[in-house]
């Protein structure tokens, strides 16, 4: 090979060794750099700063970290969202929270978030007395943890609230109430008997309490009033916390009825209660009678401004039937549950078979959540057919078995020892050595082989 050959093909090889030199530095320049933009794009990510770092990402053409970085924007921003949120459901601000955290989505528990802004939305229209308002927001809540627990609440308070204002014979308020609870406990009966009230006194009476001939002796606590069935003895601080009474004596004799009503009627201190002494006993036509001693009763607390509530019925020997049977027929009629139930030596009569409580009237009482306390010397129990009925029926009877006395005595000791006044809410239970107080259910034996 010539010389001229030699060099041309040695400075070809130069060349060429030259280009691949120059190619291979390049490649190393660039490898280095996107290490480096890759360190940078990953130093910014990890800084969390998220927007630089996708930019870097996207500079790379690395889309998937691209994404990330704006999912990781994405959560940021959501989480902002998610604390401003949490800001206005403190600051009581309910609705707004409630729309911010409904338009997180399913992000975190804004979802769960939304419903407590609801709940606490509720709990301050129920604060407010805002009742039919809450209640309706809190049963769109479902099965929410503490909205079942609040309705209960809020009804309570309303039932409350309601009743406050029948007690104190605020008629339409009462009304307005116990529409808006409906069929909650006895509103509905509440409510027609507020109706019945409102009607009453619209129409008028013929017989009006305090126009009487012989009206308006000064007992000191009270006044008394003489009226076609008896008397009628109305508190001198009558108002909502009035409790009411009916007494039906034993015999036929209207002197035998005053000889002992004087002494429960002009005793000192009677409790708070508007009360109808009855001449006759009532057993004719107890129905009847019933009924226009409740009118007698209903027109004493209009015209006192008394809504009738707390009853007691009290029935001396046959007296016993009309206030046992009142119970029923009170609570059928009128809706009007006697909390309680005296009698007093009632004794062999409780065998009367046309007399006694009828199963239906039985069973009213109960559901009436009456309390019977018949109170008789000793003999006198699940022996007595009357008795034994109530009992069957689910009526809460004690017997209240009196030691010593008469037929006259059992009446007026039990008016000194406080056990009318006991049975109207006032003082405790008479316990003495003349009580002995047994309660009868289905297995009771009293008096038979148990004392």
């Known amino acids: 090979m010539s010389k001229p050959v030699k060099w041309t093909l040695l400075v070809l090889l130069l060349a060429l060794l030259a280009g691949v030199g120059v190619r291979f530095g390049v490649a190393r320049h660039r490898e280095k750099a996107y290490k480096n933009a890759l360190y940078e794009a990953q130093t910014l990510y990890a ?124 008629m339409d308020e009462a009304i307005a109430l116990w529409n808006e609870l409906g069929d909650y406990r006895d509103g509905l009966t509440l409510r027609d008997r507020c109706l019945a009230r409102v009607a009453a006194m619209a129409a008028g009476t013929d017989e009006p309490i305090r126009a009487s001939e012989y009206s308006g002796k000064d007992l000191g606590g009270g006044t008394l009033y003489w009226v076609r069935l008896g008397l009628v003895y109305v508190p001198k601080d009558a108002g909502p916390q009035t409790r009411c009474m009916i007494f039906w004596p034993g015999g036929y004799d209207e002197a035998l009825a ?49 809504f009738l509530h707390d009853l007691v019925l009290c029935g001396a020997s046959m007296g016993a039937y009309t206030a046992c049977q009142g119970a029923a027929e009170l609570y059928r009629n009128h809706g009007l549950a006697a909390r309680c139930v005296l009698t007093f030596d009632a004794g062999n009569h409780w065998e009367e078979p046309s007399r006694i409580m009828t199963p239906e009237q039985c069973d009213l009482a109960a559901e009436a959540g009456t309390s019977f306390k018949l109170l008789e010397f000793g003999g006198i129990g699940m022996n007595k057919r009357a008795i034994e009925l109530m009992v069957a029926h689910g009526d809460d009877v004690t017997i209240v078995e009196v030691a010593e006395g008469g037929h006259y005595s059992i009446i007026t000791d039990a008016m000194r020892a406080g056990m009318i006044d006991w049975a109207l809410g006032v003082g405790e239970r008479p316990d003495n050595g003349n009580y002995k107080y047994i309660p009868l259910d289905r297995n009771s034996t009293y008096p038979r082989g148990q004392s």
């Open 47 to 170: 800084s969390g700063d998220y927007a630089a770092a996708k930019t870097a990402y996207e500079a790379l053409g690395l889309s998937g970290e691209a994404a990330d970085c704006a999912a990781q924007l994405e959560r940021l921003e959501k989480t902002e969202r998610l604390l401003q949120a949490e800001k206005l459901l403190e600051a009581g601000e309910y609705l707004d929270a409630r729309d911010a955290f409904l338009k997180l989505g399913d992000f975190e528990n804004a979802a769960q978030r939304a419903l407590e802004c609801e709940l606490r939305r509720a709990k301050e229209m129920l604060k407010g007395g805002r009742f039919r308002e809450g209640i309706e927001l809190l049963e769109e809540l479902g099965d929410y943890p503490g909205a079942a627990e609040l309705i209960d609440e809020a009804r309570a308070a309303q039932y409350a609230k309601a009743l406050e204002a029948t007690y104190a014979c605020r």
């Open 258 to 306: 005053n000889s002992y009503l004087s002494e429960y009627a002009y005793s000192p201190n009677l409790p708070n209660a508007l009360m109808l002494l009855c001449y006759a006993n009532g057993y004719s036509d107890p129905a009847e009678k019933i009924e226009d001693c409740y009118r007698t009763l209903e027109q004493a607390g209009i015209e006192n401004n008394v």
